[in-house]
């Protein structure tokens, strides 16, 4: 909990289940940072206003180029863990309890290419573009780099991450889990690959899968065994569904690949039917407004169909996707949502706790989170009141208790409503206090019993075909 020294919209607990960590996430000052670090070419073609990145006319496919470049960068697991850590300690500090990183390996475990291919990934169209020569440009720098550098496996990627959430949740008390996402460009063998690695070295972090990418090509058909597989294993399932295709695509697609939720689904208002399906279900909308202002059809936020799913009680959360392209972030996300259907705080809850309701997490996490939205709503119901008496040792005794609440102890709350009478009655406080201790107790035996049953694996930091297991 953090000091209620006003009720704001940045400490409102926020959650965030669809946001790609590789490119969407740099921002230019970093990549300027990763240039200089390993001697590449500056981006500088691709930053726009106030150093964002940018593609050319809104165009998906230009998009999905400018991805690939700036995910290019990210060359050493060093690199990987402070992207990581930095995103998430960006979320934090905007009241951010939840991540789900969609992370894609293959942007930096198949990076060490021939010239060939690498300026096929980075430039595929033969142009004269000042773009096109920039991709090139830095398609023989790359080159020469990984001459220099080790290869970086499927389970050392996944270490690098775990290191930058655990940094994250050390320092901030966020907290994040992997989705591992399949590239439809890639093709169903390269995908299979992928999903290999996840069941061979799996890790409690990594708790499902995402499909991305171009859904016109690739439709839902070409993966149905890579679905059935990894939801044999446990995992849970989401895709990039409707972003650019209709209510009839995202209807096949939770039909056949069986998803737990969907990604941008913003054609799904057209049918009713699958409104209900959504909903009866609990299948979560990880809805994407910015993103889809940029990319899709959509003009304006009040044509957005996110009201809608809210309005039917669908498990629809807010998200980010790319934020370093869209020029936002979580925070501006709810902003967003909060001025253009005037939605109160309580809305905003809502939407919270339908992200977490969806999440992908143990549920002993889910639990600890769902609790420390209770106790967020709990106090800041209880600090009106503390307001309203007008009284400056009620209130610092008050702050007190919220700056002790994450110790926890109701000591001074107690010593609060001993010493003052005139104190609002804080039983609920009090009740959702001890709920948020209870949860955070039964969370951390979970986490303490994974580490036990991984500790024999604990030196493993790269794929062996006899060890595999990456360690928490």
Known sequence: MTSFTRISLEQLP????????????????KLIELADKHGLPKPTLIFGENNNLKF????????LKVYDLAASYILTEQDIEE??????????????????????????????????????????????????????TLARALQEKYKTLPNIDYAQFIAAVVRGIDRANAQYGIEARILIVLLRHNGKEHCHTTIQNMLDYPHPYVVGINLAGNETDFPPTLFVEHYQKAKKAGYKLTAHVGEHTGAEYIKEAVDILALDRIGHGTSAFLDTTLIATLVDKKIGIEANITSNLALTNIKDVTSHPFKL???????VSLNTDDPTYFNTDIGREYEKAKSAWNLK?????KITRNAIQSAFCEVSLKTKLLAS?????AARETFKHVLALNDRFLYSMFMKY????????LETYLRLQAQNPKAYDCKVLVQKHIAYE??????????????????????IKSQKPNKKTVSI
């Open 14 to 29: 926020k959650a965030e289940l669809h946001v790609h960590l590789e490119g969407g996430t740099l921002r230019a000052s």
């Open 56 to 63: 050319a006319d809104h165009d998906f496919l230009d998009f």
């Open 83 to 136: 992207v990581t850590y930095e995103y998430l300690e960006q979320c934090a500090k905007q009241g951010t309890l939840y991540v789900e990183l969609t992370c894609s390996p293959d942007h930096v475990t198949q990076n060490r290419k021939t010239y060939t291919d690498i300026h096929q990934t980075l430039a595929p169209e033969q142009n004269t573009d000042l773009k096109a020569a920039f991709r090139a």
């Open 309 to 315: 799913f809210l309005d039917a009680d669908i498990l």
């Open 345 to 349: 705080d309580e809305d905003l809850l």
């Open 373 to 377: 939205i209770d106790l967020y709503e």
């Open 402 to 409: 919220l700056l002790e609440a994450t110790q926890p102890s």
């Open 438 to 459: 209870q949860a955070c107790e039964q969370h951390n035996k979970y986490i303490q019993s994974t580490k036990m049953q991984l500790s024999n694996h604990s030196h």
